[in-house]
């Protein structure tokens, strides 16, 4: 009977034994309309009994009472009654530095092998002005998404499992991405969230488990706390809500493959927007759509069948949990969103702090711009960075303009007239082409429509250039191109020959060059056989024509 007991106890103690420890951060700004709200899910958290290795710990930020940071504790009476930890007077809850020394002190003065961060307060995605997190209404400052601040404050605090938004349409495509380094897993509405919130009562008795398995059970827990009949919806309909998991890891690798489906849509565009306009919108400007239904409807009308199928798979990977609930029915909610306005004025008005954000280099906006259709707004002029000549060449370093769509530039003068097709939204471009004499080129912007912009116009002065051989970039790296770069004072070349010695003076590589060669000319150093085989280290690199011979030392690191 005593071996029975002992096994018994010993089985009882095998699951606290092997139960994870978890420090859980709230960052309150409550300094607004929702203090009262805040006070409410306070006493929540209180009402139930916590996990044994748990910190609960909140940054409680109220109007005109300053702020405060408790450590949650069961406490099932009336009023919200967990100990301060620390009084910090007047704070700036809208200050990104303010969330930032909440989030270092935490988890420095609770360590715990699990990590995680609730964010709660008003939010609106990356809207308004790309300032509204957290809004401070004594201070009018809010933390913005698109100009980097939330980034900013979590850069260089601890790593999180989870990170959550207690706060209205953050759970978009675009913030997941903006933040895919900070949390293994991001949760939270791509929609508005009642002012109720989360439901911490059944959420704190979760954090025994490994992060996955709490993660994964939130936005079920979320939509139960909000269906027909309960204390937060005691209506007889359904509301609008939603709630799902990013899994962080998986967003690179999604992001390039959207990156390449965007590019392979371009074509679809008109198809596209037919079908924006049957799906669900979200946010309160009602300008973000659902990436899964979005998908769904690609699918359905046959639009590029096997990537889409890809997409799709890959989508159920990046987004493995979710709920959703709506006043009306709707297949396919996915609870993600993404930002698709419906009509032109609305992407007029927001694309220049859209292009702010890391997932608008995957080019979606140049495709909504397509899908929109009749684009009529040329883009601005390029600007210029700095000019110079070398080797008998006019180099440019032009600064390229913002723009939502992709851009090409026509350089045309007296020495130039081409095409330059360069990287979607490169912000610097770089042009060179052979002169002889002074003289002037325009450089234009031109966009996927045609709409061309007014000319970039520079005058140039022509330089005699001088002889000489150059490495560039030197040193050399071994995962990036180099070229040799020559100008002989001669008409001609009739035969040319590339040398490259190891210091000792041996000759360890030769190549004879294109004996059409110019007097003046560039080669990529990868193309002479055998420099691929060059170890580290310090050479000389010989170029000899026309009984002349130009040498410059290089290093390969």
């Not at 050479?539 to 024509?545: H, P």
């Amino acid at each position: 009977m005593k071996k029975i007991s002992l096994l018994l106890f010993l089985l009882m103690l095998v699951p606290a034994l092997f139960a994870e420890d978890w420090t859980v951060l709230i960052y309150m700004g409550a300094d607004n309309d929702l203090s009262g709200q805040a006070i409410e899910n306070l006493q929540a958290m209180e009402a139930v009994e916590q996990p044994h290795n748990l910190n609960l710990i909140v940054q409680l930020d109220l109007p005109g009472s300053g702020a405060k940071r408790h450590k949650i504790e069961h406490n099932p009476e009336a009023g919200f009654n967990s100990r301060i930890v620390q009084s910090l007077g007047n704070v700036d809850s809208g200050d990104p530095e303010v969330l930032r020394d909440f989030v270092s002190w935490g988890f420095k003065h609770y360590p715990a092998s699990r990590r995680m961060l609730i964010i709660w307060s008003h939010a609106d995605s990356w809207y308004k002005q790309s300032k509204y997190i957290s809004p401070d209404e004594e201070s009018g400052n809010a933390i913005g998404v698109a100009n980097g601040e939330l980034s900013a404050a979590l850069s260089g605090t601890p790593s999180l499992d989870i990170l959550l938004f207690d706060a209205c349409s953050m759970q978009s495509i675009e913030i997941g991405y903006e933040l895919r380094h900070f949390a293994d897993y991001i949760v939270g509405s791509a929609d508005l969230v009642p002012v109720n919130g989360f439901p911490y009562q059944t959420m704190i008795p979760l954090f025994s488990q490994e992060p996955r398995a709490v993660a994964a059970q939130i936005p079920d827990l979320y939509l139960e706390s909000y269906l027909p009949g309960s204390q937060n919806n005691p209506s007889n309909y359904f509301l609008n809500i939603s709630c799902s998991v990013i899994d962080t890891s998986v967003l690179g690798s999604y992001y390039n493959l959207l990156s390449d489906y965007w590019r392979n849509l371009y074509p679809h565009a008109a198809q596209l927007m037919k079908i924006r306009d049957s799906l669900y919108e979200m946010n309160s400007g009602y300008a973000d759509v659902d990436v899964k239904q979005m998908l769904s409807r690609i699918i359905e009308n046959g639009i590029l069948p096997e990537m889409s199928a890809e997409v799709w798979e890959f989508y159920e990977q990046l987004v493995p949990y979710n709920v959703f609930s709506t006043t009306y029915y709707q297949q396919n909610l996915g609870a993600l969103a993404i930002w698709f306005p419906d009509v032109r004025y609305n992407l007029n008005i927001a694309w220049s702090t859209y292009m702010k954000l890391a997932f608008a280099q995957s080019s979606w906006l140049s495709l909504v711009n397509a899908a929109l259709g009749n684009d009529q707004d040329a883009p601005s002029a390029p600007k210029l960075i700095r000019q110079y000549q070398y080797h008998g060449r006019l180099h440019l370093a032009i600064e390229a303009p913002a723009d939502v769509d992709s851009l090409c530039y026509h350089i045309q003068g007296d020495h130039a007239d081409f095409w330059l097709y360069s990287q979607i939204y490169a912000q610097e471009i770089h042009v060179d082409f052979e002169i002889g004499s002074s003289g002037n080129c325009g450089v234009y912007a031109v966009d996927q429509s045609g709409n061309t912009s007014v000319a970039l116009s520079i005058d140039y002065q022509y330089e005699t250039p001088k002889e000489s051989l150059v490495v560039r970039p030197n040193p050399v790296s071994t995962n990036s191109p180099a070229f040799l770069d020559w100008y002989l004072a001669v008409d001609s070349i009739a035969e040319s020959k590339i040398y490259v010695y190891n210091l000792k003076g041996q000759r360890i590589l030769s190549f004879d060059h294109d004996p059409s060669a110019k007097s003046s000319g560039i080669i990529l150093l990868q193309d002479i056989p055998g420099f691929d085989s060059l170890i580290r280290g310090v050479y000389i690199v010989e170029y000899s024509a026309t009984g002349k011979r130009l040498r410059v030392k290089f290093s390969i690191l």
